[in-house]
């Protein structure tokens, strides 16, 4: 929408250098073969070249420009708040391992950074989350509390963190860090080619088949064999092991902001969901990052969620421009810890990471130590804490039951909505039902109608219309699509199918 602040694009992405892996050509085979190009795929890659492991890394986009390259990027173990939780949901054992996980994986990205030479703008920095509501003191310092519990860099504080405005009550860690993650993604990828291993971008992973030699098969016809596949692709394609219903997609939004005065040198989130910290300007100086503004995929107005954090920019700092806007994606668990080890209990050979819960740098690069640990034949001592196959305590049950009757609410009820394909404005969508189907309608900028069945190839869920990103996405698992029907996210790996019109300005044929 042209009407939305700064230029809609990452960051990270458009600030990067390029990368030009070619797309897989020929049939292959290798001892593991690791599906996405993000932190946790590229870490376990690395590590496991470096053992001496055959490894061929698949990309559907560009190596580091998927969801790693969408976010505020904090390397960080505090993720708002926590361990609290932890403590009381899984006990104060895991809660320790998952801090000290993360803590080993901001402490292994500070130092592939110093042995790679990456030039990827890592600082150390404070991460402090905060409230600025006098009811939420207690819960902000049990956080702390509970942290330095488990051993974490953690302390409370009152007054002033380094914002221009003072704090109710704040959990602060040290020696956290920030960074440019598609310049670091960039640098471990051509690590991983440097110890041995293959890269392959534009190759989109559409199945695997599991044994004792794996197979898997690319959207393009090539295939791979491999003793392990690895499914770092975020939320899983293959779905073998009930992920949908134990994890939920969320977008949040980001924008890159030039400030007059001084930008604010810590990480901070607060307990409302706000983001904020400093970045390097391409050309000079300070942006501020501002993020935040979280709603389930395809169940909010998104443009509305930009603005709101315009406003909140506004209200807060003296902006002077806003360079950049972009959203991002993450996956919820459902105890609040990622999921990682085998894609199913069944599974010999094909493991898994996800549910990173926007915190997905330390996170992803603590499973990557987990994973290639499993390839080679032991079990690391996190393992048991982050096991793939876990339903969660029984804290967990409220939150499964409700997020699966969200789903099964929007798979009923988006198929009562009607519209009509005349009354889409160009620039924008809209679902159009027909008798028992629906069509999904987008109107471009030149005025000339596009439809496409509006049933997500993933399990038939009704896509929605994205405002901000003119998307098709799926309120019920996170699939995202382009207006041509493309793949833009998964876990789909079909397309949307063309539907006919019957006229420029008509309803769609039925299928």
Same mark, same amino acid.
């Given at each position: 929408?042209?009407?939305?602040?700064?230029?809609?694009?990452?960051?990270?992405?458009?600030?990067?250098?390029?990368?030009?892996?070619?797309?897989?050509?020929?049939?292959?085979?290798?001892?593991?073969?690791?599906?996405?190009?993000?932190?946790?795929?590229?870490?376990?890659?690395?590590?496991?070249?470096?053992?001496?492991?055959?490894?061929?890394?698949?990309?559907?986009?560009?190596?580091?420009?998927? @969801?790693?390259?969408?976010?505020?990027?904090?390397?960080?173990?505090?993720?708002?708040?926590?361990?609290?939780?932890?403590?009381?949901?899984?006990?104060?054992?895991?809660?320790?391992?998952?801090?000290?996980?993360?803590?080993?994986?901001?402490?292994?990205?500070?130092?592939?950074?110093?042995?790679?030479?990456?030039?990827?703008?890592?600082?150390?920095?404070?991460?402090?989350?905060?409230?600025?509501?006098?009811?939420?003191?207690?819960?902000?310092?049990?956080?702390?509390?509970?942290?330095?519990?488990?051993?974490?860099?953690?302390?409370?504080?009152?007054?002033?963190?380094?914002?221009?405005?003072?704090?109710?009550?704040?959990?602060?860690?040290?020696?956290?860090?920030?960074?440019?993650?598609?310049?670091?993604?960039?640098?471990?990828?051509?690590?991983?080619?440097?110890?041995?291993?293959?890269?392959?971008?534009?190759?989109?992973?559409?199945?695997?088949?599991?044994?004792?030699?794996?197979?898997?098969?690319?959207?393009?016809?090539?295939?791979?064999?491999?003793?392990?596949?690895?499914?770092?692709?975020?939320?899983?394609?293959?779905?073998?092991?009930?992920?949908?219903?134990?994890?939920?997609?969320?977008?949040?939004?980001?924008?890159?902001?030039?400030?007059?005065?001084?930008?604010?040198?810590?990480?901070?989130?607060?307990?409302?969901?706000?983001?904020?910290?400093?970045?390097?300007?391409?050309?000079?100086?300070?942006?501020?990052?501002?993020?935040?503004?979280?709603?389930?995929?395809?169940?909010?107005?998104?443009?509305?969620?930009?603005?709101?954090?315009?406003?909140?920019?506004?209200?807060?700092?003296?902006?002077?421009?806003?360079?950049?806007?972009?959203?991002?994606?993450?996956?919820?668990?459902?105890?609040?810890?990622?999921?990682?080890?085998?894609?199913?209990?069944?599974?010999?050979?094909?493991? @898994?990471?996800?549910?990173?819960?926007?915190?997905?740098?330390?996170?992803?690069?603590?499973?990557?130590?987990?994973?290639?640990?499993?390839?080679?034949?032991?079990?690391?001592?996190?393992?048991?804490?982050?096991?793939?196959?876990?339903?969660?305590?029984?804290?967990?049950?409220?939150?499964?039951?409700?997020?699966?009757?969200?789903?099964?609410?929007?798979?009923?009820?988006?198929?009562?909505?009607?519209?009509?394909?005349?009354?889409?404005?160009?620039?924008?969508?809209?679902?159009?039902?027909?008798?028992?189907?629906?069509?999904? @309608?987008?109107?471009?900028?030149?005025?000339?109608?596009?439809?496409?069945?509006?049933?997500?190839?993933?399990?038939?869920?009704?896509?929605?219309?994205?405002?901000?990103?003119?998307?098709?996405?799926?309120?019920?698992?996170?699939?995202?699509?382009?207006?041509?029907?493309?793949?833009?996210?998964?876990?789909?790996?079909?397309?949307?199918?063309?539907?006919?019109?019957?006229?420029?300005?008509?309803?769609?044929?039925?299928?």
């Amino acid at each position: 929408m042209d009407d939305l602040p700064g230029t809609p694009a990452s960051l990270w992405a458009e600030t990067a250098p390029p990368t030009d892996y070619p797309a897989l050509d020929r049939d292959i085979t290798v001892d593991v073969a690791v599906l996405g190009g993000g932190i946790a795929g590229l870490t376990t890659a690395l590590l496991l070249a470096r053992s001496g492991t055959s490894v061929v890394v698949l990309d559907a986009g560009r190596v580091g420009r998927g @969801v790693s390259g969408y976010s505020t990027a904090k390397v960080t173990s505090l993720h708002s708040l926590t361990y609290a939780d932890l403590v009381s949901g899984r006990g104060e054992q895991h809660a320790r391992v998952y801090g000290e996980a993360n803590e080993a994986g901001l402490a292994t990205i500070a130092r592939y950074t110093r042995e790679l030479a990456i030039d990827c703008d890592f600082r150390r920095r404070p991460n402090f989350t905060y409230t600025e509501e006098e009811q939420k003191v207690d819960q902000v310092r049990e956080e702390a509390e509970a942290a330095a519990g488990v051993g974490l860099p953690s302390s409370f504080v009152q007054g002033q963190i380094g914002l221009p405005w003072e704090v109710n009550g704040a959990v602060r860690f040290e020696e956290q860090a920030e960074f440019h993650p598609t310049k670091y993604l960039v640098g471990i990828a051509q690590a991983v080619r440097g110890a041995g291993g293959q890269i392959y971008e534009g190759t989109r992973a559409v199945a695997v088949d599991d044994g004792e030699q794996c197979k898997v098969r690319a959207e393009n016809g090539r295939e791979v064999r491999a003793g392990h596949v690895i499914v770092a692709t975020h939320f899983p394609f293959l779905d073998r092991s009930g992920f949908f219903a134990r994890i939920h997609a969320e977008r949040s939004y980001v924008l890159a902001v030039r400030i007059r005065g001084q930008v604010p040198q810590g990480m901070y989130i607060d307990t409302a969901g706000h983001s904020l910290r400093s970045q390097p300007a391409p050309g000079g100086g300070e942006l501020l990052l501002v993020g935040g503004a979280s709603h389930k995929v395809g169940q909010a107005d998104e443009a509305e969620h930009y603005r709101h954090l315009e406003r909140y920019a506004r209200e807060r700092f003296d902006v002077e421009s806003i360079d950049y806007r972009w959203s991002t994606q993450d996956n919820i668990p459902l105890d609040k810890v990622p999921y990682v080890g085998k894609l199913a209990p069944f599974s010999k050979r094909v493991l @898994v990471a996800t549910g990173f819960r926007k915190w997905g740098y330390a996170n992803g690069t603590a499973a990557a130590i987990i994973l290639a640990d499993a390839v080679k034949g032991s079990e690391h001592p996190w393992a048991s804490t982050f096991d793939s196959s876990r339903l969660g305590p029984p804290s967990a049950a409220a939150s499964f039951v409700k997020e699966n009757a969200n789903v099964g609410r929007r798979f009923v009820q988006d198929r009562l909505k009607r519209g009509s394909a005349s009354a889409v404005p160009p620039g924008e969508g809209a679902i159009v039902r027909e008798g028992l189907h629906q069509a999904a @309608v987008h109107r471009d900028d030149n005025g000339d109608l596009h439809a496409l069945s509006a049933r997500c190839t993933h399990m038939g869920c009704i896509v929605q219309w994205n405002t901000a990103e003119r998307s098709w996405d799926c309120p019920c698992h996170g699939s995202r699509f382009a207006t041509d029907g493309r793949v833009l996210q998964g876990p789909a790996v079909a397309p949307l199918e063309p539907r006919k019109l019957r006229g420029p300005d008509s309803e769609p044929v039925p299928e």
